[in-house]
C-alpha cells in the first residue's frame, strides 16, 4: 500500500472459518504491526464469520486486541492490534448488520467502516495504518549527492537510530 512516500507492506490471508484456518496464519498475525479484522457487511452471517475468527484463534496463542502486547500471566500468548474494517457498508442491509454487530459483538477495536469497491473511507484507513505503525522516515543521500532522495525513505521505529537501519541500507549508502 503507497502510502505519501512510503511503501507498506498488506498481506491479504486466506478467511478464517469455523472449519478451517491455514496453519501458518497466526504466524503472520503474531508479529504484525496491525492486523484488520474484515467484517462483510453484505453477508447476512458476518456476525458468525466474525466470532469464528475469534473462536478459531483461541485455540492459538495469538489474540486480537485493541493494542498489541505480551500477555505476562500466559507465556506466549501474544495479541496483536486490531483495526475492525466493516466493508461494503454501501450494500443493501449493511447499516442494519454494523448495527448488530455492535450489539452483539461490542469490540474495543478502533472501526474504520469502508466501502473497498468504491473507496468509500479507504484514505482515512490508510492513513491510520501507518500512523498506528508510529514510523518515522529517513531520507537518505549518495555521499557524491547534494540532495537526499526525497522519494523513496526508509522508515524506521520511532525512537530507533540510525544504526538499526538494516546493514544492507548503509553499505548502499556507505559504499565508497
Known amino acids: 500500500m503507497a502510502w505519501e512516500d512510503v511503501a507498506v507492506q498488506l498481506i491479504d490471508t486466506p478467511p478464517i472459518t469455523v472449519d478451517f484456518m491455514d496453519p501458518s496464519l497466526h504466524g503472520l498475525i503474531r508479529p504484525a504491526d496491525l492486523a484488520l479484522l474484515m467484517v462483510d457487511l ?10 469464528d475468527v475469534f473462536d478459531r484463534l483461541s485455540r ?14 500466559d507465556v506466549g500468548l501474544s495479541y496483536t492490534q486490531t483495526f475492525l474494517t466493516p466493508n461494503k457498508i454501501d450494500a443493501p442491509g449493511a447499516p442494519q448488520r454494523l448495527e448488530l454487530l455492535h450489539e452483539l459483538m461490542p469490540l474495543d477495536f478502533t472501526e474504520y467502516v469502508i466501502s473497498a469497491e468504491h473507496g468509500t473511507g479507504l484514505e482515512v484507513l490508510r492513513e491510520a495504518i501507518y500512523k498506528s505503525m508510529d514510523m518515522v522516515r529517513v531520507y537518505s543521500k549518495l555521499p557524491s549527492a547534494k540532495e537526499p532522495d526525497r522519494d523513496r525513505p526508509f522508515t524506521l521505529r520511532r525512537g530507533s537510530s540510525l544504526m538499526e537501519m ?5 553499505r548502499i549508502f556507505w559504499k565508497n
Open 60 to 73: 492459538t496463542k495469538t489474540r486480537l486486541a485493541a493494542r498489541s502486547y505480551l500477555d505476562e500471566q
Open 42 to 51: 453484505a453477508n447476512d452471517a458476518c456476525i458468525e464469520q466474525c466470532q
Open 166 to 170: 538494516p546493514a544492507w541500507c548503509t
